[in-house]
């Protein structure tokens, strides 16, 4: 075939497109990495002093308290700049305002990892970055997250057999607005929690379906997102089993290549057993303290009350629950946009259809429903109390991809409608948050005006401003997601008839 097929031309241009994504991707979440301050995400104060200390005593950045062996002195800027936490009224104005105060260089607080109740493998990573210039260093974390997922993601889209790279592509894009582009540009261990949640399976899947050098890659990297996941919170180390189970599921076969490539899931389950029972997260879940209301319930009503709530806690994610320290309402825009996306791809995936699909979706669906109803009734909470969406995110997109998986014979396709209408969803919905986020932070009161210029009373980027940030983050996801999903495209059935045969590829496992 040569080079002037229209086919190979197309591919070609396809192929050039998709190398803009990673770059474009890049620029989106760095956006929303520099759109929010110190102390913006949730816990930010126990999350930032256990980085400081992530790597043991070090003078200047985590230092002794005599005569208090659970506590650290630490930059005032990292314990103490929290002021513009939980109230949408306030914004970042006062923390920098209180950095500049008089006060000691260095500050105590028993607010961090003492306990051991994190994994601290993210922390020790987060702690290289730490320095007396705390925002600097706070910025940096937060663009290193965003590299990562992105480098995660270009290696996995080379590595992945050409049949799996839409799942890819499909699953980060409908999953990650607004809370996981929040979450994975923050300092807050959820970021590789959420990038574990949609790269093990994946590279597990892509593990049992190669050979070679190929399959070698994909076993190292599923090692690699297990620990980014296992070593980040301990719920997330249980995901990491959640998704070898339903891998292993997916994937059954009766031949000795299967139960050779099982090992690998089987030892990443040892290892979130490990980093499971060795945080102190794994005994708090009877911690949390219910509302009054729950007092008076018994056990059935509880249980009823919450599965018939559970919904809402998925959809969270999607932007009907508030992002930062759950103080940052979402307009109607967002949710809306997002969830429809959402439900696009997901009846899109439901396309292509199988027994083993179904089953996979099932344990992973399953864990949706068990984790946060179980730790809900040990807690004697309800939906809203406690349990947050972020918790439940990675399971979330893990949900999806299973369900984007395309199975032989009948293959996952998207037509240019799809793409257009799921892609313009998505960027208005990114979009829309964005903007939001950036007015919380630099505006004391609620102000309704697209220029983000106007009315600022605090921001921390000097002559970068709001409005410079919000544009090029919000066109750069448009770009990214455009892109990224339109090199998905099926072309017109008559155009395919003229040029090539339709007959699916086999999937080879």
């Known amino acids: 075939m040569s080079t002037a097929d229209p086919a190979v031309r197309e591919r070609q241009f396809r192929f050039r497109l998709i190398l803009l994504v990673p770059i474009l991707a890049f620029l989106a979440m760095s956006a929303w990495a520099v759109s929010s301050p110190i102390g913006s995400s949730p816990d930010d104060d126990f999350h930032l002093a256990s980085t400081w200390c992530g790597l043991g005593e070090r003078a200047g950045l985590c230092d002794p308290v005599a005569g208090h062996p659970d506590e650290r002195s630490v930059p005032y800027a990292v314990a103490e700049t929290l002021c513009n936490r939980t109230s949408s009224l306030q914004d970042a104005r006062c923390s920098l305002t209180e950095v500049s105060k008089p006060h000691p260089v260095m500050v105590a607080t028993d607010r961090w990892n003492h306990t051991g109740q994190y994994p601290p493998v993210y922390y020790a990573v987060s702690s290289v970055f730490a320095s007396g210039d705390v925002l600097a260093s706070v910025m940096v974390m937060r663009v290193f997250n965003v590299l990562l997922f992105v480098a995660v993601g270009v290696l996995l889209y080379l590595l992945l057999p050409a049949v799996r790279r839409a799942t890819l592509l499909w699953m980060w894009s409908i999953t990650v607005v607004p809370l996981g582009m ?3 540009a923050s300092n807050n261990p959820s970021s590789w929690a959420v990038i574990a949640g949609g790269s093990v399976w994946i590279s597990l899947v892509g593990f049992f379906e190669t050979a070679g050098p190929r399959m070698w890659g994909l076993g190292a990297l599923s090692v690699f997102a297990a620990l980014l996941g296992a070593g980040s919170r301990a719920d997330s180390a249980m995901y990491v089993g959640v998704a070898a189970v339903a891998v292993a599921v997916y994937e059954a076969r009766r031949s000795r290549v299967y139960a050779l490539k099982c090992l690998l899931p089987v030892a990443l389950v040892v ?5 499971y029972f060795g945080s102190g997260q794994s005994g708090s879940s009877g911690g949390l303290t219910g509302s009054h209301e729950t007092e008076t319930m018994g056990t ?9 709530e559970l919904p809402g806690l998925w959809l969270g994610a999607l932007g009907t629950w508030k992002l930062g320290w759950l103080d940052t309402a979402m ?6 946009f997002a969830i429809a996306a959402f439900g696009a791809g997901l009846f899109a995936g439901a396309a292509s259809f199988s027994v083993r699909k179904l089953l996979a979706m099932l344990v992973s ?24 969406p972020r918790y439940i995110l990675p399971l979330l997109i893990m949900f999806a991809g299973f369900a984007l998986l395309q199975e032989s014979p009948r293959a996952l396709r998207f037509t240019r409608f799809q793409v257009v209408a799921v892609a313009a969803a998505l960027a208005v919905a990114n979009t829309v948050a964005l903007h939001v986020n950036l007015r919380r932070y630099i505006t004391w009161e609620p102000i309704v005006d697209p220029n983000l210029n106007h009315d600022v009373n ?12 919000w544009v090029v983050g919000a066109i750069a996801f448009a770009g990214a997601v455009g892109l990224a999903l339109w090199s998905t495209v099926t072309r017109d059935d008559a155009e395919a008839a003229r040029t090539v045969d339709q007959t699916p590829v086999p999937i080879t496992r």
């Open 271 to 275: 290892l979130a057993v490990l980093f």
């Open 182 to 184: 929040f979450l994975i």
């Open 300 to 308: 059935v009503q509880l249980l009823w009350n919450n599965l018939i």
């Open 331 to 336: 307009p109607g825009a967002v949710p809306s």
């Open 365 to 388: 669906g399953a864990a949706l429903v068990v984790v946060p109803s179980y730790v809900l009734y040990a807690g004697r909470a309800t939906v809203g109390d406690e349990v947050q």
């Open 458 to 469: 605090q921001w921390w980027l000097g002559a970068v401003s709001p409005m410079m940030v």
